[in-house]
């Protein structure tokens, strides 16, 4: 998986607690993106990251907040996880690169069941 | 909003034969790639195409890509059963951007 790694890969919580998913990687690319699947949905982007620092909201952000203070991690928070965040979550990253090409390389998820 | 729409959502097949499986999309893009993704794990890519590119392989992998119709298509020659999985296009619209968009992929079953 491309020198990704999620953690924690599963996980059962409570509708109302937060919760906080990591992803690391060793690669040193500049990306990092968070994505939730679904059945019916497909993938769809949540926050990605384009630099320490530095995150913007993708299609589905709401109820989700991310940090990365290192190049290396990507944090993906639920302040407060309600039943509909229920859904497998991935982490993918990207460099830029001279091709530019956007090219992504996933984490091995993690999966999320609020009760 | 999705970009890509696969088609069909389900496909089976015997091993040896061809899988082929379409996407359609809905804005101009900058380049097409297919992923595939095995039961419990995360995305793998497999081909990139360019927007000024109409066909491409990698293996028994062949890609083409229509931007008229906004359309490209996936083919798997010889299909084994390790093909089994699901198969995703997803677009890059715009210079610079790296955001992919994903449709809602193509299962494929291979039976032995």
């Known amino acids: 998986d491309a020198g990704i790694t999620q953690s924690p890969r599963h996980k059962v919580t409570e509708t109302g607690t937060p919760v906080t998913l990591r992803c690391h990687q060793t690669?040193?690319?500049?990306?990092m993106y968070w994505y939730r699947q679904d059945p019916g949905h497909g993938l769809r982007l949540i926050h990605y990251s384009y630099g320490v620092k530095d995150t913007d909201k993708g299609e589905v952000s709401d109820g989700y907040s991310v940090s990365r203070s290192k190049t290396e991690d990507f944090l993906l928070t639920l302040e407060s996880a309600t039943s509909s965040q229920t859904s497998v979550y991935f982490c993918?990253?990207?460099?830029?690169?001279?091709?530019?090409?956007?090219?992504?390389?996933f984490g091995p998820g993690t999966r999320l069941t609020v009760l | 909003s999705q970009q890509g729409e696969e088609d069909p959502q389900a496909l089976s097949i015997q091993e040896g034969e061809n899988a082929t499986m379409n996407c359609s999309y809905k804005t101009s893009i900058n380049n097409l790639q297919w992923y595939r993704q095995n039961s419990g794990r995360g995305l793998v890519h497999l081909i990139l195409?360019?927007?000024?590119?109409r066909e491409k392989h990698s293996g028994r992998l062949r890609v083409t890509l229509d931007t008229s119709k906004k359309s490209s298509s996936l083919l798997i020659t010889a299909s084994r059963a390790a093909d089994t999985a699901s198969y995703f296009c997803?677009?890059?619209?715009?210079?610079?951007?790296?955001?992919?968009?994903f449709g809602k992929g193509t299962k494929l079953s291979v039976i032995p």
């Open positions: 993918a990253i990207s460099d830029s690169g001279t091709s530019g090409s956007g090219t992504q390389y």
């Open positions: 997803a677009t890059v619209s715009g210079a610079g951007s790296y955001q992919l968009t």
């Open positions: 195409i360019r927007s000024n590119e």
């Open positions: 690669e040193n690319h500049r990306y």
